[in-house]
């Protein structure tokens, strides 16, 4: 079976600083890696995700993630966050066996403070 | 606006009760999938089923019954609600493919409905 970890809870940080939000996974087959937001009062969005090729991808609004298949991991990143990406981030891990299920962390809030 | 839709968007009931939660997916995707988001398990695929017919099984209680409609809306019946079913339910869809000379199928991304709020009293 697979898991997906994210190690912070809750992870507060000022305007304009770098974040991490870590999470790692498990599974005994090969893996896709999503990771979703969830803005307040709304439902989960794909932000990026990785399918297979480059280990780092590329969201549309300056959040990155790298794919470590040595450490299992599937941290995402943002090198300068804004107020407006203040939100939940869910990382998520499905197989590729052919079932069809997403497994999701548990989530981490970020909020960005002025 | 993820073109999916849930209702309703709130539910306040009392222990022992059955209600209904209804989606309807993205024009087009044939696959639905319901999840559960609480503050203690996080969020939890309970089941999902493709073009009428179920394709997934998750932690999805034996009270808990689901099905997929011809017109490809789905509805989650919770019954004999207990004060732990209190949770935000999810409803997402997808286009799902499968590629049957390789085995293999693609599950790229899931378009998830705003969800309803059940209050369990």
């Known amino acids: 079976a697979q898991s997906v970890t994210q190690l912070d809870s809750q992870v507060p940080v000022f305007e304009e600083a770098p974040v991490e939000l870590r999470c790692n996974y498990s599974?005994?087959?090969?893996?896709?890696l999503f990771w979703y937001v969830q803005y307040p009062n709304q439902g989960l969005q794909l932000l990026l995700k990785?399918?297979?090729?480059?280990?780092l991808v590329e969201s549309i609004n300056g959040f990155e993630a790298e794919f470590n298949k040595s450490q299992t991991s599937f941290h995402l990143r943002k090198p300068s966050v804004h107020i407006s990406d203040t939100a939940e981030y869910f990382c998520?891990?499905?197989?590729?066996?052919?079932?069809?299920?997403?497994?999701f962390g548990k989530g981490t809030k970020l909020t960005v403070n002025p | 606006d993820s073109g999916v839709t849930q209702t309703p968007k709130h539910l306040i009931t009392a222990t022992g009760q059955r209600v209904t939660l209804r989606c309807s997916p993205r024009?087009?995707?044939?696959?639905v999938y319901w999840y559960q988001q609480s503050l203690d398990q996080g969020l939890q695929f309970l089941i999902q089923?493709?073009?009428?017919?179920?394709?997934a099984k998750g932690n999805i209680l034996e009270r808990f019954s689901a099905q997929q409609f011809p017109d490809l809306h789905s509805e989650l019946n919770l019954s004999s609600l207990e004060l732990g079913d209190s949770a935000l339910y999810f409803c997402?869809?997808?286009?799902?493919?499968?590629?049957?000379?390789?085995?293999?199928?693609?599950?790229?991304?899931?378009?998830f409905g705003s969800g309803t709020q059940l209050s369990v009293l």
């Open positions: 990785y399918l297979s090729g480059s280990t």
């Open positions: 089923y493709y073009n009428g017919e179920e394709r």
């Open positions: 599974s005994s087959v090969s893996v896709y």
């Open positions: 024009s087009g995707d044939l696959s």
């Open positions: 997402a869809s997808s286009v799902w493919l499968s590629l049957t000379a390789g085995a293999c199928t693609t599950n790229e991304k899931l378009f």
């Open positions: 998520a891990v499905g197989t590729q066996d052919g079932s069809e299920k997403l497994v």
